[in-house]
Structures are given as structure tokens and as C-alpha cells.
């Protein structure tokens, strides 16, 4: 199982890593089904290892944990009375730990529009500033010069501002401030359905956690993917106090983890970061049946999740998060896809006791 994503067998017989041998027992005695959405038996089994070591009762992938029919129905109605359309087709159920899940109530037909949301309902960067203080003072961080006396915060600046993902720093910073807001929030109905934590992403490990990854190229990847998390709350924190008066780092690394996991690439002229609810209970499989585009009919922008090839009624909709390899998935996401492209290194130590022979 381990071997798979890079953990090391050391691990095993680590005390600290308790976790890891019960999710192997459980494995070996079949308490846990060793499938995911047609994925991830790590080759197929990381994830739901994964899931039983860290005490998941959430679910892998792109699905949200659950808290009760009541909150997704709520959901629903939120986005209908803001213009969304949800075919009675779709609705979202609660499966054991794979939390809630988009299935299909009846047959759908090939091509059948499932979801349409209007792209007032889509929450970019630029809707995150306008709804939230704290975004839009991070916001300014990009785009008003600041004087900076500390070479160290400097250096952070620059690289703040050279950064692609800028856009999911602000979205992070705005789902910070809307989740502390809880029902005082404009979103509520939607964040309600959306996890806070999100213990398979290794990006918030620490200590044996990510000494449990085993292979150093994994650490390294991770590790460096973390500092660059804190030099990017520690830099807007500088600049906007508020934020690291009323956040840790840990609040934001959960918040940025959120944005990375839940986010789409919409079109909006240029390709943009955002949240677009409701899509966002979509999981991931490599042989996907629902599809989601973005609309640019002058008529009726949005984005809008179809059925290419149809369901069948009980069908679980499943959507592809992209061409990413096996390695990719695992640290962005938290899971392993089966079917993604993956390489295997093998190291090999030779004792050399003397020249080559050479040809006969």
C-alpha cells in the first residue's frame, strides 16, 4: 500500500505512526472497502487507507462533508433564488465516508443539462474583494506599492506579487473571514456543506506525517510547497494586520487548502480561480459522467455541469479534475487516482569489488 505514494516502511514500525498499521489491518481484513470512486486503491488503496489513519469522516476528493440532508437542501434553495438552475435529475446523498455525493434520481439522457449557475453566483477573486474586507485588503497587496523595511518581508513581497495563484490567496483570506462569520454570513448556506478541515492533503501535515511520506523527492515537494504558504500569510499579514490578529497560519494553510481543492478554472475572457457552488460536491473519476463547461452564450453566461453519455438512476456523478498525474493528485487533493499516468523510481546500490571484466 504505502509504497505506492512513497511511505516509507519504516513507518510501520514507528509508534507515531499507529494510524498507518490500523488502516493496513483494516485493509487486510476487509473493514474497509478499498475503492473510491473508481479510484485509489493506492494504486487502490492509499486514499482509503488515508482516510481510516487520520479518523476521515469526511470524503476524498472533491466531495464535502456532510452535516445533513437539511443543509444541502438549504444549499439548493440558496441557489435557486439566486438564478441557478438544478434539474430534480441531480441531488446530493450522504454515502458512509465518502460524505455527500452527487447522484442521479432517475435516468438521464445523453447530453442532458444537470446544473446551470449563473456566473452572479460564481465566487472569483474580484466577488471575494468586493464581499469581504479582509480580501480586498489583501487584494491591495498586489496592487499598491508598500514600503518595506525588512529584507526578509521584501523578499516576500516580491515573490507575493509574482505569484500566478494570487487569486487563491484572496479566496483563501475570504473564506476565512465568511467561515468565522458562521450564520452571520452571506454565504452561510453554501460554506455549510463545505469541510474546514481536510486531513488527507498532505500540504498540512507536520513532523511524522510528512516523515511518513519516506521518499525524500515527496518531502521536499511538500515541504517547499508549505514554506511558500507561510511566506504568503506571514507577507499579507504584515501588510494587513487584521489578519494575523484574528488568524493563525493554521487557519489559513485549512482555508488555502479549501481554495486549492475546491476551486475551477472558469472562463471569463481569461481563465480565472473560483468557487463555483454546488459543482464543488462533483468527486473525481478518470472515466467521468458529468461534465462541466462554462457557458459564453450572451444569453445565459454561467457555468453548467451535462451528462455526456447519460446515468443511470442511482448513479453517483462523477467529473474529472484534469490531466494530473498519480503524484499530483495525492498532494494536491489528498487521494490517488488509478488511473493516472505515474512513474516508479527504483535505487540500487551495487558494491563495486573491483574493475568491470572486460569482453571475452
Known sequence: IWGEVGISPRCWRARACWHHRRAALALAAGEIEADHCGMAR??????????????LRGV????VAAQGAEQVAALRRWLVDRGARISAAVDASRSGDRG??????RDVVAGEELVWIPMSSIVTAEVAARD???????ARVWREPASVEDAALEEGLEELR??????QVVLAVFVLEQWALGER?????WLAVMPQDYPTVPTLWTGDGLRCLGASFEQETVAEKQKRWRREFATVAHFVPDLGARFSYDDFARARAAVETRTHGVAMGAEVTAFVPFADLLNHNHSF?????????????????????????GAQLLASYG????????????FADEHAPREVVFHVDLERRGPLPGPP
Open 289 to 313: 459522467t458529468a461534465l462541466w463547461t462554462t457557458s459564453k452564450s450572451s444569453q445565459e453566461p454561467g457555468f453548467v455541469i451535462t451528462a455526456p453519455q447519460g446515468a443511470k438512476a
Open 100 to 105: 455527500t455525493e452527487l447522484v442521479a434520481t
Open 60 to 63: 476524498l476528493g472533491g466531495a
Open 162 to 167: 509574482a505569484l500566478a495563484d494570487q487569486d
Open 185 to 189: 454570513s452571506p454565504y452561510h448556506s
Open 132 to 138: 469581504s474586507a479582509l480580501a480586498m485588503a489583501a
Open 323 to 334: 490531466a494530473k498525474d498519480h503524484s499530483e493528485f495525492f498532494r494536491v487533493y489528498g
Open 42 to 55: 493506492f494504486g487502490r488503496a492509499a486514499t482509503i487507507a488515508f482516510a481510516a489513519l487520520f479518523g
